[in-house]
């Protein structure tokens, strides 16, 4: 009996978390550029706010927001994004999406980076969530749903 609780106490911690990551990517860079994006779809149980992303490789991670401007597409970071309960909320280009700034590095086509995801649950607690992000071809076109 106790082994069966102790086995179920530590899988506690996987069972809690309360927002799914999928199809996470992150867009290569030239050996100059200081900034990228990353880019995923994000469900959340029960609902709640991605309100901070961050990397390592980066000085500055923002969640961005691009839209048109009349003729214009302006892009802006915005404080969080509601991650409505049960519903997927695309980080995708040409919308909300993460930016990461002042690179500290070249991010080149197969590696894996570390990204962790800041999610605010209602309530007021938090939830950190760590990805490990592939990065993906300059050229590169997510599937359509993705």
Same mark, same amino acid.
């Given at each position: 009996? =106790? ?6 106490? +530590? ?7 309360? /927002? &799914? #990551? %999928? ?10 550029? =200081? ?6 779809? +994000? ?7 991605? /309100? &901070? #992303? %961050? ?92």
């Amino acid at each position: 009996m =106790k082994k069966i609780l102790y086995a179920l106490l +530590l899988a506690a911690p996987l069972a809690s978390a309360q /927002v &799914e #990551v %999928r199809d996470a990517w992150i867009r290569a860079t030239v050996p100059s550029a =200081k900034s990228t994006g990353v880019f995923m779809q +994000l469900k959340s149980k029960q609902g709640g706010q991605l /309100v &901070e #992303v %961050r990397s390592s490789v980066a000085g500055v991670a923002e969640i961005h927001h691009m839209q048109m401007d009349g003729q214009m597409m302006k892009m802006h970071a915005v404080p969080s994004l509601d991650l409505p309960a049960g519903q997927t909320v695309d980080l995708a280009s040409g919308g909300y999406h993460v930016m990461l700034m002042d690179l500290k590095r070249q991010l080149k086509d197969g590696e894996t980076v570390p990204v962790t995801l800041v999610i605010r649950k209602k309530g007021k607690q938090t939830e950190t969530i760590a990805v490990d992000v592939t990065v993906k071809p300059l050229t590169y076109t997510p599937p359509k749903g993705q």
